[in-house]
């Protein structure tokens, strides 16, 4: 199967929003409400952000939002902070019953 | 929540490796758990899961057929059995609690396979 589709690198100033596409098929991300976010620092172990399309864990900031139409999930970060920036996976339950992780996303806050 | 791993380091092609992970913090025997890997400089994949009784385990098309994932509620443990080794497994190797959702993450073993 191949990595679901992302951008390789998106930027944004602190304070803006920025959007991070995550585009599959019917059979992945179109097919289950089950896409996750994970943000990694450099040298870190993956963090979850976003569960389920659209939930947040305990302790993620609200500034950090899920969302999904068709095929295509969406990560929005408002008030973006330096802290945010580092790379950002969707994942997505299959049919087949496995999981399948995006190629990333760079995210840079200028 | 802790996952602590052990197990990696340097293994020649066609060798075999077994990668442990130790939970604590939580009733081990209630949670999937999922192996996932970070090849140098590259992204996230899926490696495997097993579910809390083992009774349902799947693997990525990639290492299907050569490694193992098992557990040991007992012991709070998971393992994957890598054999087989090629150099495209050379990653950094995580555990994770869940299956689907992967909400903690064990600190990760560098696999390198190289002769």
């Known amino acids: 199967q191949s990595a679901l589709t992302q951008p390789a690198s998106v930027s944004g100033s602190p304070g803006q929003s920025i959007t991070i596409s995550c585009t599959g098929t019917?059979?992945?991300?179109?097919?289950?409400?089950?896409v996750s976010w994970y943000q990694q620092h450099p040298g870190e172990a993956p963090k979850l952000m976003i569960y389920d399309v659209s939930n947040r864990p305990s302790g993620v900031s609200d500034r950090f939002s899920g969302s999904k139409s068709g095929n295509t999930a969406s990560l929005t970060i408002s008030g973006l902070q330096a802290e945010d920036e580092g790379d950002y996976y969707c994942s997505s339950f299959t049919s087949r019953f496995t999981l399948l992780f995006g190629g990333g996303t760079k995210l840079t806050v200028v | 929540v802790q996952l602590v791993q052990s197990g990696g380091g340097l293994v020649q092609p066609g060798g075999s490796l077994r990668l442990s992970c130790v939970a604590s913090g939580f009733t081990f025997s209630d949670y999937w758990m999922t192996w996932v890997r970070q090849a140098p400089g590259k992204g996230l994949e899926w490696v495997s899961y097993?579910?809390?009784?083992?009774?349902?385990?799947n693997y990525a098309d990639s290492v299907k057929g050569r490694f193992t994932v098992s557990r040991d509620n007992a012991k709070n443990s998971v393992y994957l059995q890598m054999n087989s080794l090629r150099a495209e497994d050379t990653a950094v190797y995580y555990c994770?609690?869940?299956?689907?959702?992967?909400?903690?993450w064990g600190q990760g073993n560098l696999v390198t396979v190289s002769s």
């Open positions: 019917s059979s992945d991300v179109g097919g289950y409400d089950y």
């Open positions: 097993i579910s809390n009784s083992s009774g349902y385990t």
């Open positions: 994770a609690r869940g299956g689907r959702v992967s909400g903690y």
